[in-house]
């Protein structure tokens, strides 16, 4: 909860890989902050002088589920998401504590090697 958004910038352009963080406050999922977001929100915002703290930009309303939950009901829940949320990343929580988040090429990939 402490870092900035210039942190959040600096881990996404040093991890190219990386597609988006989870804010957590304890151990509960507060929020998601997106790759595209925070690097065109600190670009533009940054140049401007108005950069804020991030959580003018945190994604409150994320799809949240329990690693116990199967393959076929996580993936129809990231499916029936919004337009607008459809490819965000999804946290994933164990016992309602932050596990970790996946992506849904991430998601993807599991489906078809269970099928295999």
């Known amino acids: 909860m402490e870092d900035n958004l210039k942190d959040s910038y600096i881990s996404f352009i040093?991890?190219?890989e990386k597609q988006a963080v989870c804010v957590v406050d304890g151990e509960q999922a507060v929020g998601i902050l997106s790759r595209e977001n925070v690097v065109n929100l600190y670009n533009e915002k940054n140049k401007l002088g108005q950069l804020?703290?991030?959580q003018e930009y945190l994604d409150t309303e994320f799809l949240s589920v329990d690693s116990?939950?199967?393959l076929p009901v996580l993936s129809r829940l990231a499916m029936s998401r919004t337009r607008d949320k459809l490819y965000e990343?999804?946290?994933i929580t164990q016992d309602n504590a932050f596990l970790g988040i996946i992506t849904v090429k991430e998601l993807v990939i599991l489906l078809t090697q269970s099928i295999h």
């Open 14 to 16: 040093q991890e190219p």
């Open 52 to 54: 804020k703290h991030y």
């Open 68 to 70: 116990h939950t199967p």
């Open 89 to 91: 990343s999804i946290v």
